[in-house]
Structures are given as C-alpha cells and as structure tokens.
C-alpha cells in the first residue's frame, strides 16, 4: 500500500522549545519514505484556544483546531512529537486531543518523546498511550524516544547516529499498523 497519510503533530508552544527540530526531522524522513505523504501540524501555529466544546458540537470552530480536526480526519494515522514537562506531556496537548473524538478513532499513533534529561520522556509517553486509547486511537507498540535533546539533536538533526536507525524501525512500524488500519477502513 503506498500514499498514507502521516501527519506530525508538534505538541508544544514553549518558549526555546527543543522538539521542533525533531518534529521537524520526523517530518522529512516520513516525506522522504515513498508511501507516506506527511506534514507537520504545530500547536504555536495552530493556536487552539482552551477547549468549551468539541468541534462537532460547535457552531463556531476556532480555525486552528478546525484545521487539525480536518488534516487528521484525512489521516491514516499519526505521530506527535512532545516533550515531557513534569513527568508528563503538556497541557497545550491535551486540549488540542480533547477537541478530537471521532478525527482520531482507530488511527494508529506512533509517539516521538523528547527530554532534556536521560530517560527520554518515558513517563509522558504512558501518560499520552493512556489517553489515546481513551480517545480510540491506536497508539502502535514502537515509541521513539529523545533524551538529551539539546546534546542528541541539532537543527540540522541527530547527532546520536544509532537514532537514525532506530527511527528506520520506528517508520516502518507504524507504516505496518497504517497500513492494517487502512485494510480494515477500506473492507468496510
């Protein structure tokens, strides 16, 4: 199966934020991979107020949730790139997903964790499983996570060079669970 969809969804507006060169990063391997078409989709652009409602419930939808409501219904699955804050990953996130029920139902999620500490976000990506499977999302087993950010990653990318390959692995793993989701919407 080729041309899935795989939007990456940059789940911070933090002032000197880190993750934006690896949501960045992760765009551009997902693009360079020829059955996946992707873009990244960044909460500080998007600008999505505090949540009062759901999108399907509102007559008045902020544009910015609008816009990601319709890249992700168009979706055949996910990744979201965030950061750990606190053992655990932002709030700006949170409400962006509290704006999303059906845009996320069994789409497959793979989920990119970035820490400026040794562990590499691991407990905000529990965290972020546990909601997603609330949601009905399907967050895939792989994970890929950055610890050390500002050591591991510069603008131009990794400077860790085992993580290229372990993103390799990452991609094709959630390419698999896509591409099974995608079988499953397309029987009916």
Do not use: H
């Amino acid at each position: 199966m080729t041309d899935l969809r795989i939007p990456v969804l940059l789940g911070s507006v933090r002032r000197n934020r880190q993750s934006p060169k690896v949501a960045r990063w992760i765009t551009e391997a997902l693009q360079t991979d020829d059955r996946i078409t992707s873009e990244l989709l960044d909460l500080e652009e998007l600008a999505i107020p505090i949540m009062e409602e759901r999108l399907r419930m509102s007559d008045n939808q902020p544009p910015g949730a609008a816009k990601l409501s319709e890249a992700l219904a168009a979706a055949d699955g996910l990744v979201i790139v965030t950061p750990e804050y606190n053992n655990g990953y932002p709030g700006v996130l949170k409400n962006a997903i509290d704006y999303l029920l059906p845009e996320l139902k069994r789409k497959p999620v793979g989920i990119v964790t970035v820490s400026a500490g040794g562990f590499g976000g691991v407990n905000c990506l529990a965290q972020l499983r546990l909601v997603l499977l609330a949601m009905g999302a399907a967050p895939i087993p792989a994970s890929l996570p950055v610890s050390r950010v500002g050591q591991s990653f510069s603008d131009e990318g990794p400077t860790d060079a085992d993580f290229g390959d372990r993103a390799i692995r990452f991609i094709d793993e959630l390419v698999w669970w896509t591409e099974a989701a995608a079988r499953q919407r397309n029987v009916g």
